[in-house]
């Protein structure tokens, strides 16, 4: 590459946990530079969270749980050798797993059929917590792709 890496931004983190992956999460919630809604939309699943688990857990150990949960470890990548595509399993870089994880619990959470996003992103949450949900079947979905084709992965590049 000819051009020097790209600095990495400082994300300054959220005001209720004081957690710099809340700020990252509530970034990509965020549509049309919404922040302080995005914002509003999280802090109102983690109530509803909190509520429908008790006071046994923290809320936010919930959610890193249930982010931890539909976070990937693999994944399969296309690769064209010889006139056939073959898909490749490979491992993913830390940043890139999280980033899937929060983009696959806020997409599946959007496509969910309740009233608000709030209450969707906790119902995706609490799904996610338990190991079920769409978005934790996702992640069961690349990694039973990534199995099967574990015998290509000597093309890895």
């Known amino acids: 590459m000819r051009k020097a890496k790209p600095k990495k931004r400082i994300i300054l983190p ?9 700020t990252k999460f509530v970034n990509n919630i965020m549509l049309e530079g919404k922040k302080s809604l995005a914002f509003k939309i ?3 699943a983690m109530d509803i969270v909190a509520s429908k688990i008790g ?7 919930v959610w890193k749980k ?6 990937p470890s693999v994944e399969v990548r296309s690769r064209r050798i010889g006139g056939a595509t073959f898909q490749i399993p490979s491992e993913i870089r830390p940043a890139r ?9 806020i997409g599946f959470a959007r496509k969910r059929h309740e009233k608000t996003m ?5 119902g995706e949450i609490l799904a996610a917590y338990r190991e079920e ?3 934790f ?3 069961e979905d690349t990694h039973r792709m990534a199995e099967a084709n574990k015998a290509f992965s000597h093309f890895r590049f």
Not at 55 to 61: I, K, P, R, T
Not at 97 to 103: L, R
Not at 118 to 122: D, F, R
Request: glycine fraction near 6%; hydrophobic fraction near 40%.
């Open 14 to 22: 959220d005001p209720r946990y004081n957690d710099v992956l809340v």
């Open 42 to 44: 999280f802090y109102d």
């Open 55 to 61: 006071e046994e857990e923290n809320a936010l150990d």
């Open 66 to 71: 249930a982010l931890a949960n539909v976070t």
């Open 97 to 105: 797993k999280q980033s899937i994880g929060m983009k696959n619990l």
């Open 118 to 122: 709030g209450q969707k992103l906790a």
């Open 133 to 135: 949900g769409a978005a």
């Open 137 to 139: 079947k996702k992640k």
